[in-house]
């Protein structure tokens, strides 16, 4: 199956059931509920959920269980974007094409859609429905925790706030960008791998390896089109990192090296998951997919 179709496939079935989710929810905090299903259901790659169900699909678990992993993962993303928007972070307008969370509803609500989806993932996550077992439950909930928190994306956000207007070397660009963008694409992997029951140790530590390489590439593409990118296409305005100042690998090494740099570490990630026995194909063509995309 080529990557566009398993996307096309994945982003419906997830939309689907994180729709069901709020949906079924009162309606005693309409407004909040409102603004919780514009953040979390309004367009988007739904490139973290399609990592969980490719990796876990491909160790052999079910579409019905990865549903509950994936969801989670996304309602942590969805959270940090709201927030990131917000006139006390970047203060942006603009995201998936249409108006931000806090520019719709206000700074108020959005501040609350944001919390009260970081607190969804974890219940989605102990969803009894999920079939998970509990040792399970405790895997996934600690990565996403983890990988979301203080040592992660959380962590990431706050360096990068503090490096604006900064010169950052390449190593502290690199940290930064380790924890903001790739410990959750690193979350989002190890996710689909800890819902199979069968899965080594060993095989964890190669998936590991492909999504750390591949968050990376993401984030040094990201980059990339923040200088070359289409707002229109994009959904989100072109050149606000530069606006605001910020280190990035094409003010670091220059556009040419960056999508350079982008490439080697795609290769990386690819060349990793030559080490794992299992169908893996969908992960490689993820890896090439992100320094080939204009969105």
């Not at 160790?59 to 509950?68: A, E, F, I, R, V």
């Not at 694409?185 to 530590?205: F, H, K």
């Not at 984030?219 to 200088?227: F, M, N, R, S, T």
Request: hydrophobic residues 40%; aromatic residues 8%.
């Amino acid at each position: 199956m080529e990557l566009k179709d398993f996307a096309a496939s994945v982003s419906k079935r997830i939309n689907s059931f994180m729709e069901g989710y709020l949906n079924s929810f009162d309606n005693d905090a309409a407004s909040l509920k409102d603004a919780m299903q514009y953040g979390l259901l309004l367009g988007g790659k739904r490139a973290r959920p399609l990592l969980v169900y490719a990796t876990g699909m491909a160790l052999g678990q079910s579409q019905d269980k990865l549903d509950y992993a994936a969801a989670a993962v996304e309602c942590i993303h969805a959270y940090s974007l709201i927030h990131d928007d917000m006139p006390e972070m970047d203060n942006d307008k603009l995201r998936r094409g249409h108006e931000t969370v806090h520019v719709k509803f206000g700074q108020t609500l959005a501040l609350l859609a944001g919390d009260a989806l970081q607190t969804l993932a974890f219940e989605i996550l102990s969803d009894k429905k999920s079939g998970f077992s509990d040792k399970s439950v405790a895997n996934l909930t600690r990565i996403l925790a983890s990988k979301a928190g203080y040592s992660g994306m959380c962590g990431g956000q706050a360096i990068d706030l503090d490096s604006e207007g900064k010169k950052l070397s390449y190593d502290q660009l690199r940290l930064l960008h380790s924890k903001k963008t790739g410990a959750l694409i690193r979350a989002a992997v190890l996710m689909g791998a800890y819902s199979c029951d069968n899965v080594s140790e060993d095989d964890i530590a190669v998936l590991d390896e492909y999504a750390t390489w591949t968050g990376l590439a993401f984030q040094v593409w990201d980059d990339v089109l923040d200088v070359i990118g289409d707002t229109a296409v994009m959904g989100k305005t072109q050149g606000a990192d530069i606006s605001l100042d910020k280190s990035t690998y094409p003010s670091l090494l220059g556009l040419e090296e960056s999508k350079k740099f982008a490439a080697e570490c795609a290769d990386k990630a690819i060349a990793a998951l030559s080490r794992l026995k299992i169908d893996t194909s969908m992960l490689k063509q993820f890896a090439l997919f992100t320094v080939n995309r204009d969105h």
